[in-house]
């Protein structure tokens, strides 16, 4: 009788991992998905200048803009822009709302968590910038002073964990942010070096400066977890695209260097 009960169960239990073995789903391939539409759906930020803005024309341009554009090309589907901001730009791909993300999105371990990255193919520099004469030399320097920075940027992060004394000000996007620094609405911000450019570039009379790096981070294209046709596909791509330059060349055209 034991060993009658042993062998049914062993027998339920076979079926049951047999069962739950064929009702598992297929796995995804994005990779596949993409090519078979034709297009990507590629998360941009075009009000974080200069990875992306838009132009005189009216036309979405910048570093972040034309690597997008040039990994469609490569791909050989059409490019569907989808226009994110900062906090929206991980949840836009847990929702599918897009394939991928290239938006001057700093790979953190946080972000690691939720998201794949690929290989960085830019690196990206969190900094402190105010007035030239003020003496800020570290976050001990910021306490009680206000800061202004992007909301869900890892500048945010970086700022708000590590300068507890300051009063944090969050602006929804960089463009909002450069906004209130030309208007003397923010003195002191944390945020990248092209945004500090970006603010002297439209107020050159503007008294700020660079006032210490808070952390390099590289910058890579985030993609949902599980994809790892897409994610060896984009790994690749960033590789020769490197190695022949043109990455390095769409930053330089951007940012100088």
């Not at 929804?172 to 570039?201: C, F, H």
Request: with cysteine.
């Amino acid at each position: 009788m034991k060993a009658r009960r042993s062998l049914l169960l062993h027998t339920l239990l076979a079926s049951a991992a047999l069962l739950a073995l064929c009702q598992a789903p297929a796995h995804a391939d994005l990779l596949k998905d993409i090519r078979e539409a034709k297009k990507i759906r590629i998360a941009q930020d075009t009000g974080s200048p200069p990875y992306g803005f838009v132009d005189d024309a009216l036309k979405p341009v910048g570093s972040d803009v034309e690597t997008a554009q040039l990994l469609a090309q490569d791909l050989g589907v059409a490019l569907e822009m989808v226009q994110t901001t900062s906090p929206n730009r991980i949840p836009f791909l847990q929702t599918g709302k897009a394939d991928i993300v290239i938006a001057s999105l700093s790979v953190t371990p946080e972000r690691e968590k939720v998201i794949d990255f690929s290989v960085p193919y830019a690196q990206i520099q969190a900094v402190v910038a105010g007035p030239k004469g003020a003496d800020i030399k570290g976050f001990d320097d910021l306490n009680g002073k206000r800061v202004a920075t992007t909301r869900g940027s890892n500048n945010d992060k970086v700022a708000t964990q590590a300068a507890k004394g300051a009063q944090m000000v969050r602006y929804d996007d960089d463009a909002t942010l450069v906004t209130a620094t030309v208007s003397g609405q923010a003195d002191i911000i944390a945020t990248s070096p092209a945004i500090v450019n970006t603010v002297l570039a439209k107020a050159p009379q503007k008294d700020l400066a660079i006032k210490f790096v808070m952390q390099t981070v590289p910058l890579g294209i985030g993609l949902r977890k599980n994809e790892p046709e897409l994610k060896a596909w984009l790994n690749d791509w960033i590789k020769r695209n490197t190695d022949n330059g043109k990455l390095g060349a769409i930053y330089k055209k951007y940012h100088g260097g």
